[in-house]
């Protein structure tokens, strides 16, 4: 397939583009810094700015898969940053519908990132929480948060008549040295690991590879459009992620992060990436056969610890 990839210089194109090249598709890295491009992938791949993108006829490329966004854990969330965030995944995902529309045959088929945050916060209780799936009718009536509200404006921005769109909703995708466990290596290693919170509140999370995979599994089905959950079948409380993690690191678990001084030491970010439930379930990709290499925790852990040496 001819390929093109928007926002491919982050942590999950990096993992993704390498991938596609081994499976023989041809592609085409869209992004600000030609120069970044071509450095983080070795020149093995065509690099354009977003203008030279209009000088393509998008009746050449099979596919779109767009990953741009600024990363909502980098900053505190002021308002300016949150203008940002939104801002950059919105804006992005309109010029690319734009650039599909002009296609004088066959349009691409648009598979744009988008996250779990979609389907609001769930209640935190002694237990999970019930499994939300792709089946929901949204807006949900859960507990709004910025996240929800920047994925359903990222979502409606990818929508355009007569483009096939296959929105992929990532849970939290675990790779060592990069998201969220580049954040917790260090003071796990340092035996500094804690609880957040209650640690009750669920974390849907997905293994890079599976990301990966099932990312080129859909490009494989072009036929699935519509919502797919991309995270592994087993959520797990936030107490049992830092245990679980704790053990894989041979390291304690003694520190407890109380909510309150979550609050303030990370603003509303804290209260919904730290402190938010979400229990959500693949249940479109397991009705499509999908395999999971990674669907338990403890598994994906240890494959990043035994695979990655540490810096």
Not at 111 to 124: M, T
Not at 133 to 139: G, V
Not at 160 to 165: E, F, H, K, R
Not at 290 to 298: A, I, R
Request: aromatic residues 8%; charged residues 20%.
């Amino acid at each position: 397939m001819n390929i093109i990839i928007c926002g491919a210089t982050g942590f999950v194109g990096r993992s993704l583009v390498p991938a596609l090249l081994k499976e023989k598709h041809i592609i085409t890295v869209v992004g600000r810094d030609i120069d970044k491009i071509n450095k983080t992938f070795n020149h093995s791949i065509d690099g354009l700015s977003w203008d030279q993108l209009k000088q393509l006829s998008p009746d050449n490329y099979d596919a779109v898969i767009n990953l741009a966004g600024k990363n909502i854990g980098d900053c505190r969330w002021t308002s300016k940053n949150k203008a940002k965030i939104k801002e950059s995944r919105v804006i992005s995902t309109k010029y690319i519908i734009d650039w599909c529309l002009t296609a004088k045959n066959t349009k691409p088929h648009l598979y744009n990132a988008s996250a779990i945050g979609i389907y609001g916060l769930q209640a935190i209780q002694e237990e999970l929480p019930p499994a939300l799936t792709e089946s929901l009718a949204l807006p949900v009536e859960l507990s709004p948060s910025f996240v929800r509200e920047i994925t359903l404006a990222w979502e409606k921005a990818a929508s355009a008549p007569g483009i096939s769109v296959t929105l992929m909703r990532f849970g939290v995708v675990l790779k060592r040295h990069e998201g969220m466990l580049k954040k917790l290596e260090l003071p796990f290693s340092l035996g500094l690991g804690s609880l957040l919170g209650g640690g009750r509140q669920a974390l849907s999370w997905v293994h890079i590879d599976d990301l990966v995979n099932a990312i080129i599994f859909l490009l494989q089905h072009p036929d699935v459009t519509g919502a797919i959950n991309i995270c592994a079948p087993s959520a797990v409380s936030q107490k049992t992620f830092a245990e679980t993690l704790a053990h894989v690191m041979h390291r304690p678990l003694m520190l407890h992060l109380p909510t309150p001084l979550i609050e303030i030491l990370f603003g509303q970010m804290g209260k919904e990436l730290l402190l938010g439930s979400q229990h959500i379930y693949p249940e479109r990709l397991k009705e499509l056969g999908f395999n999971f290499c990674y669907p338990n925790l403890n598994a994906a852990l240890e494959r990043e610890w035994k695979r990655t040496p540490i810096r």
